[in-house]
């Protein structure tokens, strides 16, 4: 290699186990006797640019496995979705700095920059051993089964639901919960997780793979409360129209962009007030709540995975074995074996790179506002052990003496 100098960085949303990919990698590489510095760049490849390296080799084991246990990106993280150009310098500081190894935590947008600067990399003729390490709560990495963040963050929704819902039965009404996940509804699906008896909530899961439309919604609300007398529901935030447009872009007057030109779904309310209000506007129900889980999910502390833990350290564990011994570039995967287990591969960067996952179609019920009991099987085992349970008292009724 070019030399004995490693660079990880994070990028992207953080999650809660995000962390334990860092510290695997430069626990891993110590046992390299070739890697000479573990180098770690302050928030993504804006740090690179600006040369804002962190020494990891002067780390000790027990700090660092005490940071492996924090939730969030302890190197800081960055938005930047860098072009060729922005790769290119890139490129030129690792270069100057004689970088022969660049791991990079994220997700879509990480993956496709680790391929344009491994593309640098060989056109400069520079020996550099690029590796993609996935991270990402909206499961939307192609060739993977699970990324790791995604099983905390469905945890934390999955209970999220499970405390509304028991909320939502001691006083009645209607109760709207918007999760993460843009294109994607692994998030917004995980809630089904939290039911335990057939009446419970979410009562309707609304999810970007299917086409909302705001009439048949209102009919499923008014069934549902007229059903149960109550009506939770899980709402994507990237629930669209058949034109593909957001319906929070629709309903409300102005709505923020993001730096890449996307509708800001996240870190507002927006969309479940404009559903609540058309649901005590056209349904005449008077008790309508909306909660935005918002930034909530990502990094909940203490609400973390035991199973996302322990994938989240091994890939990056395994990336750094397959930097060393096998003599390509790529994007580490999760691939599940038997029930359960994984296995670890190393996908071409170009399978991966600026590819969207979706849920795939046996997930999704065949009226849309559910999930199949494949979805159920499939999520399960990523959520960890101990999940809590609820319970209700028994119902033996007192005969009446006054009212007959």
Known sequence: ??????????????????????????????????????????????????????????????????????????????????????????????????IGHFFYIGGNDSSDTVRIVSQEAQAANYDLRCIHIPKTIDNDLVGNDHTPGFPSAARFVAQAFAGANLDNAALPGVYVGVVMGRHAGFLTAASALGKKFPDDGPHLIY???????????????????????????????????????????LLAKEM????????????????????????????????????????????????????????????????????MWGGRDGSVAIKRTGFYSVDYELLPLEAVAGKTRVMEDEFITASGTDVTDAFRMYLRPLLGSGMPDAFRLRHHPVARVLKK
């Open 256 to 323: 923020e962009h993001d730096a890449h030109g996307n509708v800001q779904l996240s870190g507002n309310g927006a969309l479940a007030d404009l559903l609540c209000e058309e649901i005590k506007a056209k349904l005449k129900i008077k008790r309508v709540r909306g909660d935005t889980f918002g930034y909530l999910q990502r990094s909940f502390i203490g609400c973390v995975s035991d199973v996302d833990q322990r994938e989240a350290r091994e890939v990056g564990e395994k990336a750094v074995q397959f930097a």
């Open 207 to 249: 999810l970007p793979e299917r086409t909302f439309d705001l009439n048949q919604f209102l009919l499923d609300v008014k069934t549902m409360y007229e059903r149960h007398g109550r009506c939770v529901i899980a709402v994507s935030e990237g629930i669209h129209d058949a034109s593909g447009t957001p319906i929070a872009a």
């Open 1 to 98: 290699m070019a030399s004995g100098k490693i660079l990880v960085a994070q990028g992207g949303g953080p999650t809660a186990v995000i962390n334990q990919s860092l510290v695997g990698v430069a626990l891993e590489a110590r046992r390299f006797s070739q890697v000479g510095h573990i180098y770690g760049a302050h928030h993504g490849v804006r740090g690179i640019i600006d040369e804002d390296f962190v020494d990891l080799t002067q780390e000790t084991s027990h700090n660092l496995e005490l940071v492996a246990n924090t939730p969030s990106s302890a190197l800081g993280s960055t938005r930047d979705k860098p072009d060729a150009a922005y790769c290119h310098e890139i490129f030129k500081v690792l270069q100057a700095h004689q």
